[in-house]
Nanobody
Framework: QVQLVESGGGLVQAGGSLRLSCAAS????????MGWFRRAPGKEREFVAA????????YYADSVKGRFTISRDNAKNTVYLQMNSLKPDDTAVYYC????????????????WGQGTQVTVSS
């Protein structure tokens, strides 16, 4: 089992940047594929980005491609989401998740979830 704690959220103006971090504890971090999801007010949770165990493969939602970058540091048991050129539509609670298997873009493939961190982008 793994415990996940997100940090780095906050209030930022449109066009600004934030970097989210997700610290993992418990079982060996490098055995998990990792993902970021988000839930905006009144909307369902949606996929944002995912990364393989080694970090060699990444996936992005079309809405964030070219603006967000997912990365991981297995030595620090941490996954990151660098968010640039933020838009008001990016406002949401952001969750990191860990998958025992592939992970990918589907939330039901993930086994463990953090508590979320709020990101608010003002226009």
């Amino acid at each position: 089992q793994v415990q996940l704690v997100e940090s780095g959220g906050g209030l930022v103006q449109a066009g600004g940047s934030l970097r989210l971090s997700c610290a993992a504890s418990g079982r060996t971090f490098s055995t998990y594929a990792m993902g970021w999801f988000r839930r905006a007010p009144g909307k369902e949770r949606e996929f944002v980005a995912a990364i393989s165990r080694s970090g060699s493969t990444t996936y992005y939602a079309d809405s964030v491609k070219g603006r967000f970058t997912i990365s991981r540091d297995n030595a620090k048991n941490t996954v990151y989401l660098q968010m640039n050129s933020l838009k008001p539509d990016d406002t949401a609670v952001y969750y990191c998740a860990a998958a025992n298997n592939f992970g990918g873009t589907v939330s039901r493939e993930y086994d463990y979830w953090g508590q979320g961190t709020q990101v608010t982008v003002s226009s």
